[in-house]
Each structure stands twice: as C-alpha cells, then as structure tokens.
C-alpha cells in the first residue's frame, strides 16, 4: 500500500490493484497482469510496483499501468526508491536497480558473490537517502542484511551474536 497525492494504492494478489481519493471506498483498476503484486514505491513522479515472474507495472497516475518485463530468475517481492535510484529484489538473489524507473539492470548477487557469502534468497528491500538494505536469508534459513551505500559494493551485517552470560560465581572459577 502506498499513499501518494491525496490517493491510496493498494495492490495484491492476483494483479489487484485499488485505489483510493478517500481512504474509505476503493475502484479496481486494471493492472494488466494476474500475477501476485508484491510491492510498490514512488520513484520520481512514477509507481513502480514489483510483481511475480520478472513483472514491473510502471504508472505516472495509478489509473493506467504498463507492463514491463525483466530477465529474473525469481519474482521480483519487493521494490524501493530514494531521490536518486529504485532498486528492488528478487526470491531467487537478484537485485534489480534503475535510476529512471524504465531501463534497469539485473544482478545475480549469489553469481557475483559466490565465495565471499553464502547464497542469498531476499524478501525485502528499503532505502533512505544513502544507504540501501536487503533483507532475506540464507540458503541454511539463517538471517541475512545486505548494506550499501551505491549498489555496487555489498556488505553483509551479522544477525546471529553468541552471548555469554558471566555472574560473579563463573568468574571465581
């Protein structure tokens, strides 16, 4: 769900998609797809919302939608914008990033960064103005966030702590 200009957007499954002037009554409009929607952002004066199998729906007024499809190996479930870039994240470790909202690059990050982490599947992504987060796990089910500053350099932060508790008896011994 997203509110943008006195209007609330909602989308969902099936390609769904409502929207809103009140907040209160809801109109369906057609997004052109029945495929789940699993996100949407604002990115400059443009809706981008992320959808299963590869699918961006791209709107400047949230009545009329286009379709564009991306070479993904996974569905696209999350999708997020700053002043300056839109990037978005797939449940197969692909990071998708445009600075147009139009033309967009693909990267498999469990590809390019083989060896250095363990394959990643992520299920979210947020950005403020200089940092981009990716959430998600392993491939063993453990946790994973992925930092950046520009999308190029990705770098893991560690969820899992061991945390010994010391009493004054354990350090007597």
């Known amino acids: 769900m997203i509110s943008e200009n006195r209007q609330v957007l909602a989308i969902g499954d099936k390609g ?3 929207l809103s002037s009140d907040g209160r009554s809801f ?3 057609e997004s052109g797809t029945l495929k789940d929607i699993n996100s949407v952002t604002n990115f400059k004066g443009l809706l981008i919302a992320s959808a299963d199998e590869g699918i961006l729906l791209i709107s400047k007024n ?26 978005g994240v797939t449940d197969h470790g692909e990071i998708i990033s445009s600075f147009d909202g139009m033309n967009w690059k693909v ?14 599947i992520f299920n979210k992504a947020l950005m403020s103005d200089n940092r981009i987060v990716l959430a998600g796990r392993h491939e ?3 946790p994973v966030v992925m930092f950046s500053t520009m999308g190029n350099v990705w770098a893991e932060r560690t ?15």
Do not use: R
């Open 62 to 87: 949230g009545t009329l939608w286009s379709k564009l499809q991306l070479e993904v190996k996974g569905n696209i479930v999350s999708v997020t914008s700053n002043h300056s870039s839109c990037y």
């Open 107 to 120: 990267m498999d990050f469990n590809k390019e960064y083989s060896g250095y982490y363990k394959p990643c």
């Open 27 to 29: 109109i369906p409009v």
């Open 16 to 18: 769904t998609i409502l």
């Open 140 to 142: 063993d089910g453990s």
């Open 159 to 173: 969820l899992l702590y061991d945390c010994l508790l010391y009493t004054s008896d354990a350090a007597d011994e």
